[in-house]
C-alpha cells in the first residue's frame, strides 16, 4: 500500500496557491514570521520549496532550502503548532536529506535560534553539530537580537537521518 493509501501526509511542491496556508501557519508558529514576498522569492528562485499535506488536503508543514556547492541550506522549516509533536518536522527534514544526497551535497547547513529547545533537540537527533555562533542574526523582543546557531551535518554514507 502506497504511503497516500495509508493515509499519511504527502509532499507537494509550494505553488502560489498554498501560499495562503502557509502564510497562515507562518504567522501562527513565529513572532517574526517570514513575508509573503520571502516566499514568492523563494519559488522564483527555484529553491526547494515542499509543503507537507494531509490526505484531506491541511496543509501540516513546509520548508525551503537553497543549493551551494556540494551543500544545501535550510532557510525554513515549520510545522503548524497544532500538528507539532508528531515527527513531521522530523520527515520534512529527512525529505531535504533525501533530496540533497540525490544532489550529490556533502552537507547540509542550517541556522537556529538558540532558545529553540525543540528544535535543537531535533537537529541533534538528525546528526547537525554545531559549527559556529551568527552574532545578532534573528529579531527579538523589543528591539533586541539573538544570536543564531549554525549547524551542518555532514552527508556521509550511513550518517544520522
Not at 502557509?22 to 509573503?36: G, K, L, N, Q, T
Not at 556533502?106 to 531535533?122: F, G, H, K
Amino acid at each position: 500500500m502506497s504511503a497516500a493509501m495509508a493515509g499519511d501526509p504527502v509532499l507537494l511542491p509550494m505553488g502560489v496557491q498554498l501560499l495562503d496556508a502557509v502564510m497562515a501557519i507562518e504567522v501562527r508558529a513565529y513572532p517574526f514570521p517570514w513575508s509573503r514576498g520571502n516566499f514568492v522569492d523563494s519559488i522564483a528562485a527555484g529553491y526547494l520549496t515542499r509543503c507537507l499535506v494531509s490526505p484531506e488536503g491541511e496543509l501540516l508543514g513546509y520548508l525551503v532550502a537553497m543549493s551551494g556547492f556540494r551543500e544545501w541550506h535550510l532557510l525554513n522549516v515549520t510545522v503548524a503548532p497544532e500538528h507539532q509533536g508528531r515527527g513531521l518536522a522530523r520527515r520534512l527534514m529527512q525529505a531535504l536529506r533525501e533530496h540533497a544526497l540525490a544532489d550529490g551535497a556533502e552537507c547540509l547547513w542550517l541556522e537556529v535560534r538558540p532558545s529553540n529547545t525543540r528544535a535543537r533537540a531535533l537537529y541533534e537527533r538528525l546528526g547537525y553539530a554545531s559549527v559556529g555562533v551568527r552574532r545578532d542574526y534573528y529579531p527579538d523582543a523589543g528591539g533586541r537580537r539573538e544570536d543564531a546557531l549554525v549547524l551542518c551535518c555532514e552527508l556521509a554514507a550511513g550518517a544520522a537521518g
